[in-house]
């Protein structure tokens, strides 16, 4: 198993150092991701997966923010310990990202069939007519209609769920597509454009054998696309495991409570009030060396709030940082 | 039952420049063209369907804070939607709207206490109640400390600012409400105590909400009726359990169907309704939904299908079933 | 995900006492070492207006005829003394009262008319804001020293017109400032809220947008002060402003032009007091900026 990882993180620590206080946005966090597959990262705002898709594309905005300690091993390398020029040739070729608003991670001015086609200039050192020929294979890569004519468009022109299209195209251009870290990647689109992006990316996943860190609070897109889940709130990672697992046994209180809330969840086809989670994500500035989740869990004892919890296997690669974990009885 | 509210025929036309240097006038964007309902005493009307359906735009001109195109809004017994500002103002406390964004629509340089009152205070309501009392008592139904009064709204979560927000549409004693994607910019745990509140209120004061939003299962829970919209017309409306039981339109279907299920297991091969939604502006000709629909037919290319009743209180506009 | 964010919203610390933006930027500005330099700079300048007539040795219009050949640092005259035997110090000391008065009133003048009419402009929009733009890009085509003195050669050359004429010749920035964050503003959802609540046009345009569209306006009006005096300067200079024997700083640098190369005490003290003066001004500006630009800050 273990040589089978692309990517894995030990001990990461990122804070942001603001004028109220030093914010630990992610605590201790280990993370791992297999070749071609997909491993969900989910929790609320504020709970630090985003920070840690910046951390592992080093571009965590220093300052206020800064890289504690920890290790980002990209098949056995330390992304942490590269220089700069390493990184740049890692970003956008090994690893790619996607994010929630396309339009701010495209370039107004140039027609979209010129951004993919540089990708192609720069690595490849093709002309640019062979990397215009080979944008427009892209575009039809991702499905989109009439490809030779869209490559003349502008970014403005086109719809949210084309442009996440050009997103993962420019994301699938390079030529070692590793992993793509998935940013919220359909949190602003329709229901029905985010079924259409969900399905291209999981089909273009299992003709690439590329790996995909998706980050996301909803666990619907996480049921659909995961086979790995872990779940983190406030900094920490609470809970991971199986996408079966997690689902159906869930064992960390914030995980059960997550499934809960969630309008779909079958137990409230007919019944009425929700089983919400009490409170407000906590304040990180306040935040002790205990369980973040103490202040709004139910079965929170004194020890919850004095130490964070050891972490507790349940088998199958399933692990929970919870003190009772196992020894709750979820109603 | 008694209905609360009639919408007849509605519509709203917005003007859009068009682009280009060359190119002069307008086009007409149809956001909300020709829709008619009713709303019931007490009961939760959910308005569901995707950007650019008109469903924001509809909320809006019910309450009269966009003027209508066309049509009538009756609120019992007359129609508001021709009314003046000044007429308008008596039924303004009755109607009242909870918005999206907990973080744009409370004004950043007030305090709590402030933005409690001034509704009270421009609706000349400071001689009926003690003012203090009634923050009080706002911040205690929608579960606030009361301590919290002081404070100004950058300085709470955008679940406490969306009850400041509920606290503020209540103020007025309402009957009817507008809840234009209420929860949707609000995280699962909080969207979830948000909606608890919600139907709490509605339970504890009998309030009519019509609840607009983009989340499928979110309407399905909190709603008693449900209208589906797709480029400014209603395509089906039901009652909650019927549209559950059998959705007929293929939008409807196709909405669901698109729905992520938070059962792992049911990653099955989904019908996938292709393409994107087409610009309001210049919707397609006959059926709106024509061009993705996997049931089309040459009918449904030429005419628009009428709302028809197909059982009783579910009405669905599409040739399948005319 | 902005971290900075996160502590913003969710603070549920009970005791904590009510924050106030305004008290939260002042918070800021404080840590702004610049910013806090310039208003030390005004704070002085403010403290030698106020008590000139304590503070200052002599008289500002007393003449020495002995005095009269321009004496150079000689006791008493600390900074020496001009062509008719007058002590600098003093002028400079009496000239803090008049170039401060004159900086704050001109500015009131275009920051009160200024964003009244963008206020109007932005919010109501129609014929009043067509016409008002019309007038302000007319306005805006005059290179502006042209303009303030049309306007002071109409008003007839005194120091209170000169004060009137740099505020109407500012007015336009102003009001393009202001009719800009106004149209922005009013497109917050926070407007429509209070609209659907029932706040009426007057309330909602001076109660609820109005604050939220002086940021942009205070950083203005601060770099404005510093303006308005050299503006001042250059018009009594130009024999427009000030008139003799007035011990304005622009005219005692005008009134010893001639003695520049044998007595530069007579010009260059004056004109270290409008260069801190300005200085000041435009520190604490850029600091006010720095705090209220939401891009700089998140």
């Known amino acids: ?331 | 039952m008694e209905k609360i509210l009639e919408v007849k025929n509605l519509k709203k036309h917005f003007e859009i420049k068009k682009e280009g240097m060359r190119s002069s006038g307008y086009h007409i964007l149809k956001a909300v063209d020709g829709v008619s309902f009713d709303v019931y005493k007490g009961e939760t009307l959910g308005i569901v369907g995707e950007s650019g359906c008109g469903k924001s735009t509809l909320g809006k001109t019910l309450l009269n804070l966009q003027r209508k195109t066309e049509g009538e809004v009756i609120f019992e017994g007359k129609d508001i939607s021709s009314l003046s500002d000044r007429e308008m103002k008596a039924y303004r406390r009755r109607m009242q709207m909870i918005f999206q964004d907990p973080f744009s629509s409370l004004n950043p340089r007030k305090k709590i206490s402030y933005l409690l009152t001034q509704p009270m205070r421009v609706n000349g309501l400071d001689k009926e109640f003690d003012l203090d009392e009634r923050v009080d008592m706002l911040l205690d139904v929608v579960g606030l400390d009361r301590r919290y009064r002081n404070r100004y709204p950058h300085q709470f979560s955008g679940g406490q600012r969306q009850r400041i927000g509920i606290a503020r549409a209540l103020s007025l004693r309402p009957e009817f409400i507008v809840c234009d994607e209420a929860v949707s910019a609000l995280d699962v745990s909080v969207q979830a105590q948000i909606l608890n509140l919600l139907m709490d209120l509605q339970q504890k004061y009998g309030f009519t909400y019509v609840f607009i939003a983009h989340d499928l299962a979110v309407v399905e829970l909190i709603s008693d009726r449900i209208i589906v919209m797709y480029l400014g017309r209603i395509v089906e409306e039901a009652s909650k359990a019927e549209l559950i039981g059998s959705r007929l339109h293929p939008y409807t279907k196709a909405l669901f169907e698109a729905f992520p299920d938070i059962n792992p297991r049911n990653k099955r091969e989904k019908k996938i309704v292709v393409g994107d939604v087409p610009s309001p502006i210049n919707p397609p000709q006959g059926c709106h939904f024509n061009p993705r629909c996997p049931n089309a037919m040459p009918r449904c290319r030429e005419e628009y299908p009428p709302l028809k009743e197909i059982a009783p209180g579910h009405k669905v506009s599409c040739w399948l079933y005319g | 995900m902005n971290p900075i964010k996160i502590f913003k919203a969710g603070n549920d610390a009970e005791s904590r006492a009510a924050e106030s933006i305004w008290y939260e930027n002042w918070l800021l500005l404080k840590k702004n070492r610049s910013a806090m330099f310039g208003l030390y700079i005004i704070i002085f300048f403010l403290f030698l207006a106020v008590f000139a007539s304590i503070v200052a040795p002599f008289d500002p219009y007393l003449q020495n005829i002995d005095l009269r050949k321009m004496t150079y640092f000689s006791w008493p005259y600390i900074l020496g003394t001009d062509d008719f035997g007058r002590d600098i110090l003093s002028r400079i000391i009496y000239g803090s009262r008049i170039s401060l008065v004159i900086g704050f009133f001109a500015v009131s003048i275009s920051l009160v008319f200024g964003s009244l009419i963008g206020l109007i402009s932005g919010f109501y929009g129609g014929w009043f804001d067509r016409i008002a733009m019309r007038v302000i890009d007319i306005m805006l085509a005059f290179p502006y020293i042209l303009l303030t003195i049309v306007i002071v050669a109409l008003l007839g050359p005194t120091l209170l017109n000169a004060m009137i004429a740099i505020g109407i010749a500012r007015l336009p920035q102003y009001t393009r400032i202001m009719r800009a964050s106004v149209l922005a503003e009013k497109e917050a959802e926070y407007v429509e809220a209070e609209r659907s609540l029932g706040v009426g046009n007057m309330e909602l345009m001076f109660m609820s947008i109005l604050p939220n569209c002086l940021a942009p306006i205070i950083v203005q009006a601060t770099l404005g002060v510093g303006s308005a005096i050299i503006e001042s300067a250059a018009l009594s200079f130009l024999g427009l402003g000030a008139q003799p024997p007035t011990p304005e700083w622009g005219l005692m640098i005008a009134s010893a032009r001639e003695f520049v190369s044998n007595a530069w005490w007579i010009v260059t003290f004056p004109g270290i007091a409008i260069v801190l003066v300005v200085l000041g001004f435009n520190l604490l500006g850029d600091g006010i900026r720095d705090v209220l630009d939401p891009r700089l800050k998140d």
């Open chain 1, 1 to 331: 198993m273990e040589n089978n990882r692309f990517l894995e993180i030990k001990g990461l620590n990122v804070s942001f150092y603001t004028q109220k206080g030093v914010v630990p946005a992610v605590r201790e966090l280990d993370l791992w991701i297999n070749k071609g597959e997909t491993l969900a990262l989910v929790g609320e705002s504020g709970c630090g997966k985003s920070v840690t898709a910046s951390a592992i594309m080093r571009l965590v905005p220093a300052p206020p923010g800064k890289i504690e300690s920890g290790e980002i091993l990209l098949d056995g390398k330390d992304l942490l310990r590269l220089t700069e020029k390493e990184m740049q040739s890692i970003r956008g070729d090994r690893i790619s990202m996607i994010f929630q608003e396309p339009m701010t991670s495209l370039n107004p001015v140039f027609r979209i069939g010129e951004q993919i086609a540089e990708v192609f200039i720069t690595h490849y050192s093709m002309d640019k007519k062979e990397a215009l020929a080979k944008a427009v294979e892209m575009l039809d890569m991702v499905k989109i209609p009439a490809p030779e004519k869209r490559v003349r468009d502008y970014p403005h022109q086109l719809s949210g769920g084309m442009r996440q299209r050009v997103m993962i195209a420019m994301a699938l251009s390079s030529p070692n597509p590793g992993l793509m870290i998935a940013d919220e990647p359909t949190t602003a689109l329709d229901v029905t454009i985010q079924a259409q992006i969900l399905d291209l990316m999981r089909e273009l996943q299992k003709s690439i054998q590329m790996s995909l860190l998706l980050i996301t609070h909803d666990m619907g897109v996480v049921a659909e696309m995961a086979n790995r889940v872990a779940v983190m709130y406030a900094g920490r990672k609470v809970e991971a495991g199986d996408v079966y697992d997690i689902f159906e046994n869930p064992m960390h209180p914030y995980t059960v409570g997550l499934l809960n809330s969630m309008p779909s969840n079958e137990k409230y086809r007919h019944a009425g009030r929700l089983e919400a989670i009490e409170g407000n994500v906590p304040n990180l500035l306040e935040i002790g060396s205990g369980c973040p989740f103490e202040s709004r869990c139910r079965y929170a004892k004194p020890v919850c709030r004095e130490k964070f919890p050891d972490v507790k296997e349940a088998g199958n690669g399933h692990s929970v940082w919870c003190h009772f974990a196992g020894d709750i009885k979820f109603i």
